[in-house]
């Protein structure tokens, strides 16, 4: 991936069958990093309430926030397409407020798109951001900003009607113009399905392999994060300990005196100290 990555080049990707990453990030130096080992697609969270901000939902996440994170990860992804997460009760007021809402993550947040949860019953507000010009990603299946009504952080459409329900939602966002779709927990048949049934890219997280993409959170999948472990995460590095064991060492050389050696040290010239005998 040299060159910018955008809703354009991710939509194309789907044509060509090549497969999407996408992984969240929430600070600059992080963002950096996963643009340079080559991610197509930084994702800011509103994940990044429990993961960066220590809450137990992600239902406290404010515009504000996601404003002030979107802004680092924008100055660090040279090339990956920067997506900002919509935070909870900031498109479920009015159009407008959506609107308003949405501009700012763009116009001060430098992202490229942002992310809604939900189907037929947001219709009125995606269609209106993609009228105001701003590139919408869908999110159905598990949708966490919606834990208290689901009784849980489950997975979603196992059923008929929940099935036949994403199956409807997922072809009327398509409809509606959004630019791919997130789909969070939800059984693999069902994640192959609609990933079949529609011409925009999928990206899946617990939804098995058949999607057109991929997502984890960053903190997850490093095992940096430890209050949640769901089935879906792959750990591909312990960081999280070899963060810990850095910080030992670090903790046991001040104490010891090791730390820091001279070659840390600035160091005045023999003459100026003479002078100051
Ligand atoms: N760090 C982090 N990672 C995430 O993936 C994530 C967040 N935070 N915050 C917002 C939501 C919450 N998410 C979650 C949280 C828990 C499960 C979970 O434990 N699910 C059960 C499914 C149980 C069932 O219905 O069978 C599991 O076993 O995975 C899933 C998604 C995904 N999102
Ligand atoms: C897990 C992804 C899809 C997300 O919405 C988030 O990180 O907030
Ligand atoms: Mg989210």
Redesign the pocket.
């Known amino acids: 991936m040299d060159k910018k990555y955008t809703v354009s080049s991710f939509m194309q990707s789907k044509v060509k069958g090549d497969k999407i990453s996408m992984l969240t990030a929430y600070d600059y130096s992080t963002a950096k990093l996963l643009d340079e080992a080559g991610v197509e697609c930084l994702l800011v969270?509103d994940?990044l309430g429990?993961?960066m901000l220590g809450y137990d939902s992600?239902l406290k996440v404010t515009v504000d926030d996601m404003v002030h994170h979107t802004k680092a990860v924008a100055r660090g992804a040279k090339r990956a397409l920067v997506i900002a997460d919509m935070p909870y009760l900031s498109y479920h007021i009015s159009v407008e407020e959506t609107i308003k809402n949405a501009g700012r993550l763009i116009q001060e947040g430098d992202a490229q798109g942002v992310k809604l949860e939900g189907g037929e019953e947001i219709l009125d507000k995606i269609e209106a951001l993609i009228k105001a010009q701003i590139p919408v990603l869908g999110h159905l299946g598990?949708t966490?900003q919606s834990v208290n009504m689901m009784g849980g952080?489950?997975?979603q459409g196992k059923s008929e009607e929940q099935a036949k329900q994403l199956i409807a939602d997922a072809k009327l966002l398509e409809k509606a113009g959004v630019f791919g779709i997130v789909l969070?927990?939800v059984p693999k048949q069902l994640a192959d399905h609609i990933s079949k049934s529609i011409s925009i890219p999928t990206i899946g997280?617990?939804a098995g392999n058949g999607c057109d993409g991929q997502v984890?959170?960053i903190?997850?999948m490093l095992g940096m994060?430890s209050?949640?472990?769901?089935?879906?995460?792959k750990r591909y590095k312990n960081t999280g300990e070899t963060m810990k064991e850095g910080v030992r060492e670090y903790i046991q050389e001040v104490k010891s005196g090791a730390f820091p050696e001279d070659k840390h040290s600035f160091m005045l010239k023999d003459d100026v100290l003479e002078k100051l005998y």
């Open positions: 969270g994940s429990m993961v992600t598990l966490p952080y489950k997975v969070e927990c997280i617990g984890l959170v903190q997850d994060y209050d949640l472990a769901p089935k879906f995460v």
